[in-house]
């Protein structure tokens, strides 16, 4: 079955670089219409979806982060890693990842999450 | 940006059925999904591609659309489905992705 886990700092200071691991089972990164994708929730709020890497290493980000975003994936490891930088108390949030299935090309959805992992931006 | 619009909150009585609404301009041509989250969990896949339901997930959940509104309804609430609700879909231009701002339904 798919299972997907995030690991990372719990805790950040402002203006710190934040890096989250995603670490799956079950699916391949290298199958043809498959990606991993993070999505962030502050506490109370509604979600949000921040980046999505492809199997073929294409790569989206939301419009209003991508100057501090970056996804990559380390398919031999199993793994998805996201950088935030400038890390802000505002960024502070559960963030998940997600396996994405394509149902057409410009048409995706995540059906199945991590547990979320709660990062906290405090000095 | 593009907005997907969800009324904040549903509340009726167990038995009822519940219609949670999204609305968006590109909903009359791209897919929309919903998502539902308990308290302290994780979002769970509830309907994709408008209508389709993934397996294991209960027959009283559906999914429809119409022009730019898309609907999720519940026919016969239960207390279990007290939770928020989320749909989401695509915006083109991006393309990027998209949720709206969710819905907390509450069964009385």
């Known amino acids: 079955q798919i299972t997907l886990k995030e690991s990372g700092p719990t805790l950040v200071k402002p203006t710190q670089t934040l890096t989250l691991t995603c670490t799956f089972s079950?699916?391949?990164?290298?199958?043809?219409?498959?990606?991993v994708g993070w999505i962030r929730q502050p506490p109370g709020k509604a979600l949000e979806w921040l980046a999505l890497?492809?199997?073929?290493?294409?790569?989206r980000y939301s419009s209003s982060l991508k100057s501090r975003l970056t996804i990559t994936k380390d398919t031999s490891k199993t793994q998805v890693v996201l950088t935030m930088t400038n890390m802000d108390p505002v960024d502070t949030a559960t963030y998940y990842c997600?396996?994405?299935?394509?149902?057409?090309?410009?048409?995706?959805?995540?059906?199945?999450w991590g547990q979320g992992s709660l990062v906290t931006v405090s000095s | 940006s593009y907005e997907l619009t969800q009324p904040p909150s549903v509340s009726l009585s167990p038995g009822q059925t519940a219609r949670i609404t999204c609305s968006g301009d590109?909903?009359?041509?791209?897919?929309a999904y919903w998502y539902q989250q308990k308290p302290g969990q994780a979002p769970v896949l509830m309907i994709y591609?408008?209508?389709e339901r993934p397996s294991g997930i209960p027959e009283r959940f559906s999914g429809s659309s119409s022009g730019t509104t898309v609907t999720l309804t519940i026919s016969g609430v239960q207390a279990e489905d007290e939770a928020d609700y989320y749909c989401?879909?695509?915006?083109?231009?991006?393309?990027?992705?998209?949720f709206g701002g969710g819905t907390k339904l509450t069964v009385l």
């Open positions: 997600a396996h994405v299935e394509m149902a057409t090309v410009t048409s995706i959805f995540f059906d199945y």
């Open positions: 590109a909903l009359s041509n791209q897919y």
């Open positions: 591609k408008d209508s």
């Open positions: 989401q879909s695509a915006d083109i231009s991006g393309p990027s992705w998209v």
């Open positions: 890497i492809y199997w073929d290493d294409d790569k």
């Open positions: 079950g699916f391949s990164l290298t199958t043809s219409g498959v990606g």
